[in-house]
């Protein structure tokens, strides 16, 4: 098992927002987190990356220990994260994107292969190198925020609605990348409020409600579960 989670309380404050959460990611696996506003899905994903320290429970990833980590030395692990938003630096350029994403390659030689890697999923970056992140298109700034995270040649890349904001022509070309990524033996955690899209790249499935898992297993399953699609499906 790549990631586990166990019994993971997280806390704002005094409110508890998420409660008792467990779940588990293997090896080259797509699971996703679906729910609604407010569930609690983007905390997870601050809890594992090291930005939200628990309040108590376990995250293990490769058999070792990390809550309790700083957010830097889970990067180091092999852990990327993808936020929601992008937040991408719009005044830098591309090319100084990539090159903060790229700060853990020491050998010129390997971050020459990265970028190569890189530009060969995503060509339109190549092209626009010398131009500042902020006046790319949705779809082309979603492009440079996974680039940015693949650089640091994670073991499981963290994805939060990285659907939010694009037309559907460019959702279908994040899905078909999504897959790719997955392809190459990369394991993902993908944070999604369009549910038919996420429970489609997905292997298995978590159902957040407030904090608590309500429903697990197969996202095949998951989709054409009853509950599933008249809270999220529109069924």
Not at 25 to 32: A, D, F, H, L, Y
Not at 89 to 117: D, M, W
Not at 198 to 217: D, T
Request: glycine share 12%.
């Amino acid at each position: 098992m790549l990631l586990k989670i166990n019994n993971l309380t997280v806390q704002y404050g005094k409110a508890e927002v998420i409660k008792g959460l467990s779940l588990e990611v293997g090896e080259t696996e797509i699971i996703t987190i679906i729910g609604a506003n407010g569930a609690g899905k983007t905390t997870v994903l601050r809890a594992i990356s090291g930005l939200k320290p628990p309040a108590s429970g376990d995250i293990w990833f490769r058999g070792s220990k990390i809550s309790g980590l700083r957010a830097h030395e889970i990067v180091r692990l092999g852990i990327s994260h993808v936020p929601e938003g992008r937040r991408i630096l719009a005044p830098l350029s591309v090319a100084e994107n990539l090159e903060i994403g790229a700060y853990l390659i020491k050998s010129k030689r390997e971050a020459a292969t990265g970028f190569q890697n890189i530009f060969d999923h995503f060509p339109v970056l190549k092209e626009r190198m010398k131009q500042l992140a902020g006046s790319l298109s949705g779809g082309e700034q979603q492009m440079l925020a996974i680039a940015r995270a693949l650089l640091n040649q994670p073991r499981l890349l963290m994805m939060d609605e990285p659907s939010m904001g694009l037309s559907p022509l460019v959702v279908e070309q994040v899905g078909r990348i999504i897959t790719d990524i997955n392809n190459r033996g990369i394991s993902i955690i993908l944070v999604e409020q369009n549910a038919r899209m996420a429970l489609s790249l997905a292997g298995r499935a978590y159902v957040l409600e407030a904090g608590k898992c309500v429903l697990e297993g197969e996202a095949g399953a998951l989709a054409n579960d009853e509950r599933v699609k008249h809270a999220y499906l529109g069924g």
